[in-house]
């Protein structure tokens, strides 16, 4: 075992995993309640997070490797599993962050139109699908998760809140339904919104303008009026 080696080692052992955070109101978006993973994260670790997305985005999920890093974060190797454990660690802050990002996003497109209804839902799903590059992260990152149980649980809890706020995003009152009828239509819109950004940014010809109407017009009578209304979606 070389110098470097041991010297991760205790680094890790000094701070496993993630750090500590309290849950904080993001300043960019008062009101929002998902926890901003990277408000009490020192500079050096903020920096260390946004050199591991330009990597992600550069190289992909197999380039994404601590050498790769600290070395766009200029930092010394050590510092990665000094806050954050490992790569593991990394990267599951750095889902949270995409998450949080994407939740923010909502929140601005929801403040700017002032409208919670189905035509805010989908101005909000055209607006996340003209975002390739923000997708592509994602997608990467999910990738992952898929084969790593304890990172697919947390997605699936992230996804639990994202539904909210695209249930929300769509009128769709809270206590609408049956107990897993609104559960259920949540999932439905954020397959809706996950499936055509993927297709846009798979594809450059893809005409996500055209998808988005069809999506409306689907959702439509399913909905009803309820969510404009606030009613109770039809059973």
Do not use: C
């Not at 904080?24 to 309640?33: F, I, K, Q, W």
């Not at 409208?115 to 994602?138: C, I």
């Not at 999910?142 to 769509?170: G, W």
């Amino acid at each position: 075992m070389n110098g470097d080696q041991r010297t991760d080692e205790a680094a890790g052992r000094r701070r496993r995993g993630r750090p500590k955070m309290a849950k904080v109101t993001d300043r960019s978006a008062p009101g929002l309640s998902i926890e901003d993973p990277v408000a009490t994260l020192p500079a050096s670790a903020r920096g260390i997070l946004a050199a591991a997305r330009a990597v992600l985005r550069e190289r992909g999920l197999e380039g994404l490797t601590i050498e790769a890093v600290a070395n766009e974060a200029n930092v010394s190797r050590t510092l990665i599993p000094y806050h954050f454990g490992s790569r593991a660690g990394l990267v599951a802050i750095l889902i949270d962050s995409l998450f949080h990002d994407l939740a923010v996003g909502i929140w601005q497109v929801r403040s700017e139109s002032g409208s919670r209804d189905l035509g805010g839902f989908l101005e909000l799903v055209r607006e996340e699908g003209r975002d390739v590059r923000g997708q592509r992260d994602f997608f990467e990152l999910m990738v992952l998760a898929l084969r790593d149980p304890v990172l697919s649980k947390r997605v699936a809890d992230l996804f639990a809140e994202y539904r909210e706020l695209d249930l929300d995003m769509a009128g769709v009152a809270a206590g609408s339904g049956s107990a897993w009828r609104r559960p259920a239509v949540g999932a439905v819109l954020q397959a809706i919104a996950d499936g055509l950004a993927l297709q846009a940014a798979l594809d450059p010809a893809f005409d996500l303008d055209a998808a988005v109407a069809a999506a409306g017009e689907l959702l439509g009578p399913a909905l009803g009026g309820a969510a404009k209304a606030g009613e109770p979606v039809a059973q």
